[in-house]
């Protein structure tokens, strides 16, 4: 496939997936450091990041997420939703990992579509679904 004939609609979503990850993390981890102020350690920020980019995170927020999103957005995100990985990482469950594959499947598409300002709303918007999420256990603790 030619770069002038590159569509990320025709990518499989897993491949989506795997550039949504890093667009992600990337974004949470320039969130959490913006945020911190100057008494935080990467530790702290480390453990925060990895809170917030698993897949039991992501899936806790997508049912706010989907309601955000177009027509071609969702179709996208349930593609992701459906591919069949081998297994779950460890600490989710087997629906957690395929609503967070995704919900990067999404990030990927959008990234590679250039669609950088939605890209960063949508991001922006379940990066403050995760911190309210976070924030209340918190709370119940």
Do not use: C
Not at 57 to 83: C, H, N, P, W
Not at 96 to 103: I, V
């Amino acid at each position: 496939m030619s770069a002038s004939s590159f569509a990320p609609a025709e990518l499989p979503a897993l491949v989506l997936a795997y550039l949504g990850d890093v667009v992600w993390e990337a974004y949470v981890r320039r969130r959490l450091v913006k945020e911190a102020g100057i008494r935080v350690t990467a530790r702290a920020l480390h453990e925060k990041a990895l809170k917030m980019v698993s897949a039991t995170a992501q899936a806790s927020v997508l049912k706010d997420f989907e309601g955000a999103l177009t027509d071609e957005e969702l179709a996208v995100m349930k593609r992701g939703r459906r591919t069949r990985p081998r297994r779950a990482n460890r600490p989710s469950t087997m629906s957690e990992y395929r609503n967070s594959t995704g919900f990067e499947a999404l990030l990927g598409y959008l990234d590679l579509k250039g669609e950088e300002s939605r890209l960063d709303e949508l991001m922006g918007l379940a990066y403050d679904l995760e911190i309210a999420g976070y924030e209340g256990d918190k709370t119940g603790e």
